[in-house]
């Protein structure tokens, strides 16, 4: 084979800041702080600051290779981190504060973190945690001397990060190094099992980045004006972090404040044209413009929305009621995260306004980079033709190949496909659409029902806030579905009347057997659906004993 002449550069996380620092160096870059002020500085200032941590860094005897770990917030200062630790060939290993207090420790000492940065907000966590780490040296609070003393006791020393970064130089030439090298670390919330982690790097970071600011990725340009609503520790922010620095996108980062309130405050001032985030977060912006009609963001033209699916009546109210275009995305942590994207090609373009909504609310297209089939039972293909639904495989330069450690032992198949653990169909033209986590699909008389179908409907009925369907065993059929819905505040949901309205968009035999009330649902930490903890809350919960499969129970 004739070797290319081309320069082999590696691809490394250094270049992306080193780039936006030279060319976007004033570029604002905007952070809510924990204390509710705002810091502001340009991508010139953010890599000069990562330099002198990087210094620090080297100055605590922080090696390539080892883990770093972070308790935070999207701040300028997790920014920092993500740029430091990375830069010189250390792992940045982003802690999800949510989790459980075993679990933290688990992940912790499981990744060996050396370091600790944490917003002091998380004191009382390292102060309860400390005793259950096993590997860490050291811990940085994230602010001054001053704020770190107030922070009170910590059941050890804490140094200062600010006082940390003061006393170092910001002359530092980033390293090359080989582009394959791991640069951060990311557990999945591990629904199964221990939780796992996906170890990425540079090369695969920097292609990923690439992905991002594509036009049919997420179009992330210098154009923009980015509100970061998807937290840092959740698959790096879907690559946002890396591929601002790309492209030279304003950042907005909403720190601890996700509120409704705060987070239309920030859209308006800070002319926010573009923003992302899960279901959730979005639901607490809507319950937030309900009251307050006038907070309506007058800069935002398009959100992301990840993590899970779109409920149709979100995707119409922010574009029919707002004006403002949603692109949905699916993604695993497994995926860095990006797997698919739902813009419209030319070819679909002039489509009804229906068909358009319907292909919206699929997850959407395949984007280069991700080699996506569905599979049967036997790993046997099945075909595109948006009917048939199976198991979920991907392979490409950003999809994990193996966890760290070797955990869970081998993940791929023998054309190196990674089983997603998500049931979906895919159609003629790429789109594709989740019917269902492998274990939350419900198993009724041999056929499958799709939970996420089910809630989608349930949230598009007027007063329903929120809704979950989960699978309850069944003598006859295997499992039957029960409906547990979240009322808006004042409302009061009248079951027949959601069961006739479910009837309209769903077949008979798939209507819940039952439809029950909770004041809340629980969510994961990275603010999915708990079916886990739905499904222990609701063991020996008794379903009617008339309906059946025709649904027939009222
Ligand atoms: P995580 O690694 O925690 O981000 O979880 C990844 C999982 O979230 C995927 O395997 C899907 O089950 C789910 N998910 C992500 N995006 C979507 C989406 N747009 N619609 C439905 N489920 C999604």
Redesign the pocket.
């Known amino acids: 084979m004739l070797r290319g002449l081309m320069q082999e550069r590696p691809l490394l996380i250094s270049s992306l800041i080193e780039y936006a620092a030279r060319n976007h160096g004033g570029t604002p870059i905007v952070s809510r702080l924990p204390d509710g002020s705002l810091h502001r500085y340009g991508y010139r200032e953010l890599e000069q600051r990562a330099k002198r941590l990087a210094n620090a860094l080297l100055a605590l005897g922080v090696k390539p290779g080892d883990r770093v770990a972070t308790l935070a917030w999207n701040t300028h200062r997790h920014m920092e981190l993500y740029y430091a630790v990375s830069g010189i060939g250390a792992v940045l290993h982003t802690v999800n504060p949510r989790l459980f207090p075993d679990q933290l420790e688990y992940i912790c000492n499981h990744a060996e973190d050396r370091f600790l940065f944490f917003d002091l907000t998380f004191a009382p966590l390292v102060q309860k945690l400390r005793s259950r780490f096993t590997h860490l040296e050291g811990y940085i609070g994230l602010g001054d001397a001053a704020q770190v003393e107030k922070a009170g006791d910590m059941g050890g020393p804490v140094l200062s990060y600010e006082a940390l970064l003061a006393a170092q130089s910001a002359d530092y030439a980033w390293p090359i190094f080989d582009e394959n090298t791991a640069s951060s670390l990311c557990y999945?919330?591990g629904t199964t099992g221990n939780p796992k982690g996906v170890l990425y790097s540079h090369r695969s970071t920097v292609l990923h980045s690439f992905a991002v600011c594509a036009a049919d990725g997420l179009g992330l340009s210098s154009r923009d004006s980015a509100l970061v609503i998807v937290p840092l520790f959740?698959?790096n922010a879907w690559g946002v972090p890396y591929a601002a620095a790309m492209c030279g996108a304003k950042l907005v980062l909403p720190g601890p404040m996700l509120d409704g309130a705060s987070v239309c405050q920030l859209l308006t001032q800070e002319k926010v044209n573009f923003s992302m985030g899960v279901p959730t977060v979005w639901m607490n912006f809507f319950a937030h413009l309900d009251k307050h009609p006038g907070d309506r963001p007058p800069h935002l033209k398009r959100v992301v929305?990840?993590?899970?699916?779109?409920p149709p009546a979100m995707l119409d109210r922010f574009e029919k009621d707002l004006g403002i275009s949603v692109l949905?995305?699916?993604?695993?942590?497994?995926t860095s995260?990006l797997g698919?994207t739902s813009a419209p090609p030319f070819a679909l373009a002039e489509r009804s306004p229906d068909e358009l909504r319907a292909l919206k609310i699929k997850?959407?297209r395949v984007i280069y980079g991700v080699d996506m089939k569905i599979v049967d039972d036997e790993n046997a293909e099945l075909p595109h033709d948006g009917k048939a639904f199976g198991l979920l495989k991907v392979r490409g330069p950003w999809i994990t190949r193996q966890y760290f450690k070797g955990e869970g032992g081998s993940i791929l198949d023998e054309g190196d496909y990674f089983s997603?653990?998500?049931v979906a169909t895919l159609d003629e033209h790429s789109y594709m659409q989740?019917t269902d986590?492998a274990k939350d699909v419900i198993k009724s008389g041999g056929e499958w029902i799709s939970s996420?179908e089910l809630e989608n409907a349930a949230v598009a009925f007027p007063g329903v806030h929120e809704a979950a369907v989960i699978g309850l065993p069944h003598p006859t059929w295997q499992e039957r579905p029960l409906l547990i819905v979240v009322q808006k505040p004042g409302a009061s949901v009248d079951k027949a009347a959601l069961r006739a309205h479910l009837a309209q968009h769903v077949a008979r035999w798939w209507l819940p057997d039952d439809i029950t009330f909770v004041p809340e649902l629980p969510h994961?930490a990275?603010g999915?659906l708990s079916k886990l903890t739905l499904r222990k809350q609701f063991q020996g919960y008794v379903l009617p004993a008339a309906p059946s499969r025709d649904g027939a129970a009222s």
């Open positions: 999945t919330s959740h698959a929305i990840g993590g899970s699916a779109v949905h995305l699916w993604g695993m942590t497994e995260p698919t997850q959407g997603t653990g998500d989740i986590r996420i994961t990275t999915k």
